[in-house]
């Protein structure tokens, strides 16, 4: 049996069972209490056993995780309490991303691949805008056109719009208002950084779940600094993204003696907010089924409460430091907070819970049979990694060592919608041009008014690619343009 070791109090030590990882997780509490440091002793923990994990490092100070720690006597003081045989400073194999590519390697993904039901999310759009994004990849898909960033999407939009007539009797009316809505919600999100995101080479999702030569697992740190700020929406996209990404590319593992990657998402409650029902109850699907590949998901907020109650339901591992009860409302979440533990006869729970210090934690695991535990009161273990940020030149110095240097930094802009329409509709202008000119032709000449084989012919085909623009543009829906090429 593989284990984590969390901390402990004067009684005993408190241990994790990795088998129990992929049932999930929650570390919840008010800002300053240590969410964040536990969270780097859970990451540090599964790295030693040999488990990749992804992480958001949302103030910057989570890097240190790639150096070692420095001897401290308070942290000194901490082992002892514990009882902590064996403790070594020492960092862990580290891989950084930025999807603003400053911080870390560029972090990318398609349109397509992202889908229509978490852009109209992100877009914030009504269901009437949804429809109508719907009905673009639908268009999209039919007429072998690909969807790889914004620009693609405006002129699919943009040729929508131009062709409304011709696709209302198989894809139902398509509104210019809703369309333009959709187009300046577009705009909007690319002032956020979006053109960073939609662009290929999109992130392969083999590059977070690697291990090093010694057998540790790689962590992969999501610089989030810039993006949470600048666009949480795009933030929370890109989570829902890869999460449903690992849940439908990755095959059933069965039981096993540890995840085979764990995720740990910060700021949790922007994955729920103001999400539509319909996304929720995805959400819900992905995290019940996806410890069936091996994965363990790890929310992490202020209060438990921020995530939905059927969500929340299915998180085994749940550490919980210090909530303050300021008004009415705090003292009702405090007391709802301590209802999701296990009692413990020695504990209140809701009393414990406004009493907790920094780097104090209330903690319930899972058994092996899955049921969890009572309650405990502990101290969390120091990590061994150093706590706080890496300076710039630490930083720059492991990126330009990391084993995938290089992958990601040019962007490809293949053929794709923009430049198969454009191309269209180029073609088109040349043909009405040329029509202008033969009918110019016909009335200087003043000649016979039957038309000559060159001209039905020029008109014919005119006729030809005004009515099966919409339907002929062929390409294969996994990059084979134009009837086989890749």
């Known amino acids: ?23 999930h997780g929650v570390i919840s509490g008010a800002t300053g209490t240590g969410k964040t440091v536990t969270l780097q002793i859970l990451a540090e ?3 030693r056993i040999g488990v990749p994990v992804f992480m958001v490092d949302m103030k910057g100070d989570l890097s240190g995780i790639a150096k070692p720690g420095q001897e401290h006597p308070k942290i000194t003081e901490r082992i002892q309490s514990i009882g902590i045989d064996n403790f070594q400073f020492k960092g862990n194999p580290t891989v950084f991303w930025d999807i603003f590519a400053k911080n870390g390697h560029p972090v990318r993904t398609t349109i397509s691949d992202i889908g229509p039901l978490l852009l109209s999310h992100l877009l914030e759009l009504n269901d009437t805008q949804s429809g109508i994004l719907y009905s673009c990849f639908k268009i999209a898909d039919d007429q072998g056109l690909l969807l790889l960033d914004l620009k693609d999407l405006q002129s699919m939009l943009m040729w929508m719009t131009d062709n409304a007539r011709e696709l209302k009797s198989e ?9 333009g809505a959709i187009q300046r919600r577009l705009l909007v999100l690319e002032e956020q950084g979006a053109a960073n995101f ?24 999501l610089d989030a600094t810039i993006l949470i700020n600048k666009s949480p929406r795009l933030y929370a ?41 319909v996304l929720i109850d995805k959400i819900e699907q992905i995290v019940r089924l996806i410890r069936s590949k091996g994965i363990g998901v790890y929310f992490i907020s202020q209060s438990p ?53 920094t780097g104090e934690a209330l903690v319930s695991v899972l058994n092996p049979d899955g049921s969890p535990t009572p309650v405990e009161r502990i101290l969390m273990r120091p990590p061994e990694s150093r706590i706080g940020p890496l300076t710039e030149a630490e930083r720059k110095e492991l990126i330009s060592r990391s084993p995938i240097q290089g992958r990601y930094d040019e962007v490809i802009d293949r053929e794709s919608a923009y430049e198969l ?38 008109k014919s085909a005119a006729r030809s690619i005004g009515s099966q623009i919409g339907r002929q543009i062929i390409r294969g829906i996994m990059g084979s343009l134009l009837g086989g090429r890749r």
């Open 305 to 357: 409460l921020d995530i939905p109650e059927d969500i929340l339901g299915q998180l085994g591992l749940k550490i919980q430091h210090a909530l303050r009860a300021y008004t009415p409302k705090d003292k009702k979440t405090i007391k709802a907070v301590a209802s999701t533990f296990r009692a413990n006869p020695e504990l209140d729970t809701e009393q414990v819970i406004k009493e907790l210090k």
């Open 237 to 277: 996209a890109f989570l829902l993204w890869m999460l449903s990404e690992l849940y439908e590319t990755l095959p059933e593992v069965g039981d096993a003696d540890k995840p085979r990657l764990v995720l740990f998402f910060d700021e949790a409650h922007l994955l729920f907010d103001r999400a539509p029902r």
């Open 1 to 23: 049996m593989q284990e984590i070791l969390l901390g402990g109090n004067a009684q005993k030590q408190l241990i994790m069972n990795a088998a129990m990882g992929n049932r």
């Open 171 to 179: 894809y139902g009316h398509i509104s210019s208002a809703s369309i």
């Open 198 to 221: 939609f662009a290929e080479p999109a992130l392969d999702l083999d590059d977070i779940q690697h291990v090093d030569f010694s057998g540790q697992g790689v962590i992969s740190v």
């Open 45 to 47: 923990g599964y790295s």
């Open 421 to 458: 329409l454009k191309q269209k509709a180029e073609k088109m202008a040349e043909i009405q041009e040329q029509q202008k000119s033969v009918k110019k032709r016909r009335s200087t000449s003043r000649s016979s008014s039957r038309q000559s084989v060159g001209e039905a012919l020029l």
